[in-house]
C-alpha cells in the first residue's frame, strides 16, 4: 500500500506549520520504493511523525503505515501489532475515517492468523463488519476475509452462511456484479462440501446474473470464467468427461477473450463493484489446470502433458514477479496430475523426481503441506506398486488414509491398498476387513457390474477405464475358455491402450493376446503379440531399474513428519521384478 496514497486529502487539511508531515511522508515514501527498499530509514521518518505530536487523524494513519510497512517488509510481527492495534483503537474516535479503521482492521486480523491467533482474529473482524454496513467495499471485502479465515478452518458451513450475507448485502446496494462473486464462491464451497443439491440451483442464478450484467469488459469475462471453471469441475467431479466438453469449450474461448482485452483504468461508480476475482494471469493458468484435469480423466495423457508443459512454464515466468501463494497450489496441483500420468504410461523415474519437486515445495509452506500430504502420500504409494515395493506401498497408503478426511480420496486410496493386498496373495483377511470399510452410503456405487462399468465409461468417453475393463473382461472370458470373445475384448482393449498411452494395459492386453492367438492357433498373430509383450517388457525394465537407482527413490520410506530436506543415494534397485513382468 502506498504511503503517499492519501498525500493530497492531508494536504488539504494540513495548516501551513505542519507542513513537515508530507516532507517527512515523502523522505519515507522515497526509501520505501528505493531499488533495494530502505525499509529502516522509511521506517525512521515515519516514527519522526510522532516527535511533533500530530493530532489524531494523523497519528492514526502513521500508525497504519508503520504497522503495514512492518508487517509487509520485515519480521518484527510484534511492533507491526503494536502499531496497527493502535491504528484500530485510535480510528474508531474519528469521525468519518473509514479507510484507516477498516484497513487496520484488515491487516491486523491477517497477522493474526499469520501468528495462529485466529481466536483474535475472528472477534475483530465480525466488529469491523458490524460497523462497516454504511462503507460498501470495506463491508464486502472484510465479509470475504471472515468467510476465507473460516474456510481455511475447514468451517465451510460458517464460510458459506458469510457469503450468503454478503451476496444479499450486495443485492441491496446494487451490485450485482459483487453479489455474482459472493455466489459464486459459496458455490465453489458447495461443491467442496459436496452439497450437490444445493449447487445446481446456486449456478442457474449465477448464470443469469453473469450474463444479464452488463459493466467492465474484463469483469464480466472473469465473472464467466469462475462460473465455467465451478461447471466444469461439477461435471468433471460426476466423472461427465464427454458431457462436459461444450462448457470447456466455453471455458477456452472466454480465456482467449480475456487476454486479448486491456485493463481498463476507469474505477467502477459503485464502490461495492471494486473487486477482482484472479488477475487474468492466474485464470490462464486455471483454466490450463482444469483442461489437464479433464485430459487426465478422459485418457488423453499427451493432451495432458503438453498443457502442463504450458501451464508449469507460465508459472516460472509469474513466480518471478508475483509470490501469491495460490501460483504454488497451482503448482503442486499440476504435478499431481502429471506424476499420475508418468506413472501410467511408463515413465517411473520422471514421476519421482516430479514427486521431489513436490516435496520441496511443502517444504517452503506448512499450509500446502497440511493441503496435500495425503495426495503426496497416495502418490508415493502408487509409485510403490509401479515398482513393486509393496511393503512400502502399503506403508504410504496407511499413511495418507491417517492424513485425509476427503471421502473420495479415502475410498481412492482403500481400493489401492486393496490391490496391494491382492497382488501380495496371502492377506485375505485384511483384504476383506478393508472391503468392508467401503460403504455404500457414502454414495460410492460398489455392486456394480463389469459389463455395466463398461457401459458407463464407453458413454463419458473415459478410456482407461473403458481400456480396463475391456482387458479384464478379456481376461475372464480367457480363463472361462471362451477364446473368441477374449480375442474380441482384448483388441480394442489393446487399440485404446496404445491410444493413451497405458503401458501396463499394454503389458497385460500383449501377454493375454499371445496366449489367446495361441489357443486360437494364430501363430503368427501369438508371435507378433509376444514380440509386443517383451518390447514393453524391455521398456518397463530398464525405466525400473532407472526409477530405483534415484537418491530419490529413498522417499517410499518416508511415513512421518514433514518431507525430508535432503534425500541420501543408494546403490541400485532392491525390488523384485518378477510380479512387475
Known amino acids: 500500500v502506498s504511503i503517499m496514497f492519501y498525500k493530497i486529502e492531508i494536504n488539504q487539511q494540513l495548516s501551513a506549520p505542519e507542513r513537515w508531515y508530507l516532507a517527512l511522508l515523502g523522505f519515507a515514501e522515497h526509501f520505501r520504493t528505493s531499488s533495494p527498499p530502505k525499509i529502516r530509514l522509511c521506517v525512521h521518518c515515519l516514527q519522526a511523525v510522532f516527535q511533533f505530536k500530530p493530532p489524531q487523524r494523523i497519528e492514526a494513519r502513521t500508525h497504519l503505515q508503520l504497522g503495514s510497512v512492518l508487517y509487509h517488509h520485515t519480521k518484527n510481527s510484534e511492533l507491526a501489532r503494536s502499531h496497527l492495534e493502535k491504528a484500530w483503537f485510535i480510528s474508531q474516535q474519528v469521525p468519518q475515517f ?4 477498516f484497513e487496520a482492521a484488515s491487516i491486523l486480523s491477517e497477522l493474526f492468523c499469520q501468528q495462529n491467533l485466529v ?3 475472528k ?8 460497523i462497516s454496513q454504511q462503507t460498501p467495499y470495506w463491508h464486502c471485502r472484510l465479509l470475504f476475509q471472515l468467510a476465507q479465515l473460516h474456510t481455511l478452518e475447514k468451517d465451510l458451513v460458517s464460510a458459506c452462511d458469510l457469503l450468503g450475507v454478503g451476496a444479499e448485502y ?24 459436496r452439497k450437490l443439491g444445493e449447487v445446481h440451483p446456486l449456478l442457474t442464478l449465477c448464470g443469469t446474473i453473469v450474463e444479464n450484467w452488463q459493466g467492465n469488459p474484463i469483469q464480466k469475462e472473469s465473472l464467466r470464467v469462475f462460473f465455467l471453471v465451478l461447471q466444469v469441475t461439477h461435471y468433471l467431479d460426476a466423472g461427465q468427461v464427454k458431457s462436459v466438453k461444450p462448457c470447456l469449450k466455453q471455458l477456452q474461448q472466454c480465456i482467449q477473450t480475456i487476454s486479448t482485452l486491456h485493463d481498463d483504468e476507469i474505477l467502477p461508480s459503485n464502490p461495492a463493484d471494486l473487486f477482482h476475482w484472479l488477475p487474468k494471469e492466474h485464470m490462464c493458468v486455471l483454466v490450463y489446470l482444469v483442461t ?52 501410467v504410461t511408463g515413465h517411473k523415474a ?41 511393503d512400502n506401498a502399503e506403508a504410504q497408503f496407511t499413511t495418507a488414509l491417517r492424513l485425509t478426511t476427503h471421502q473420495e480420496l479415502w475410498t481412492y486410496i482403500v481400493t489401492n491398498l486393496a490391490s ?34 463398461l457401459k458407463m465409461s464407453n458413454a463419458e468417453d473415459l478410456n482407461r477405464l473403458t481400456a480396463c475393463s475391456l482387458v479384464l473382461l478379456g481376461h ?6 471362451n477364446h473368441r470373445e477374449s480375442n474380441n475384448m482384448v483388441v480394442p482393449a489393446m487399440q485404446l491402450a496404445s491410444k493413451i498411452p497405458d503401458m501396463s494395459v499394454q503389458l497385460w492386453s500383449s501377454a493375454l493376446l499371445k496366449d489367446v492367438n495361441k489357443a486360437l492357433g494364430n501363430t503368427m498373430d501369438a508371435h507378433e503379440a509376444a514380440q509386443m509383450h517383451q518390447n514393453f517388457s524391455q521398456q518397463l525394465l530398464q525405466d525400473h531399474i532407472a526409477a530405483c537407482s534415484l537418491p530419490e527413490h529413498n522417499l517410499i520410506s518416508w511415513t512421518d513428519g514433514p518431507p525430508p530436506v535432503q534425500i541420501q543415494a543408494q546403490n541400485g534397485p532392491t525390488t523384485s521384478l518378477a510380479s512387475l513382468l
Not at 123 to 130: C, F, G, T, V, Y
Not at 427 to 450: A, K
Open 123 to 130: 472477534p475483530l473482524l465480525r466488529k469491523a463488519i458490524q
Open 292 to 343: 489437464v484435469m479433464h485430459s487426465m480423466q478422459a485418457g488423453y495423457l499427451e493432451k495432458a502433458q503438453k498443457y502442463t508443459d504450458k501451464a508449469l512454464m507460465q508459472l516460472e515466468k509469474l513466480k518471478m514477479l508475483d509470490c501469491s501463494p495460490i501460483l504454488s497450489t497451482f503448482q503442486v496441483i499440476l504435478l499431481e496430475h502429471i506424476i499420475m500420468c508418468r506413472l
Open 98 to 101: 473509514e479507510d484507516v479503521k
Open 476 to 481: 475372464i472370458f480367457y480363463v472361462l475358455g
Open 420 to 453: 496391494v493386498y491382492i497382488r501380495e496373495g496371502n492377506r485375505h483377511q485384511e483384504l476383506y476387513s478393508l472391503l468392508e470399510r467401503i460403504n455404500p452410503d457414502h454414495n460410492f456405487p460398489v455392486r456394480r457390474f463389469l459389463r455395466e462399468t
Open 350 to 390: 520422471t514421476a519421482l523426481q516430479e514427486i521431489s519437486q513436490v516435496c520441496q515445495l511443502c517444504q517452503q509452506s506448512p499450509r500446502l503441506f497440511t493441503n496435500h500430504a495425503a495426495q503426496l502420500h497416495t502418490l508415493l504409494g502408487l509409485y510403490c506398486i509401479s515398482v513393486n515395493c509393496m
Open 170 to 193: 450486495a443485492r441491496v446496494v446494487g451490485s450485482e456484479y459483487t453479489r455474482a462473486l459472493f455466489l459464486l464462491s459459496k458455490g465453489m464451497l458447495l461443491l467442496m462440501e
Open 119 to 121: 481466536d483474535s482474529a
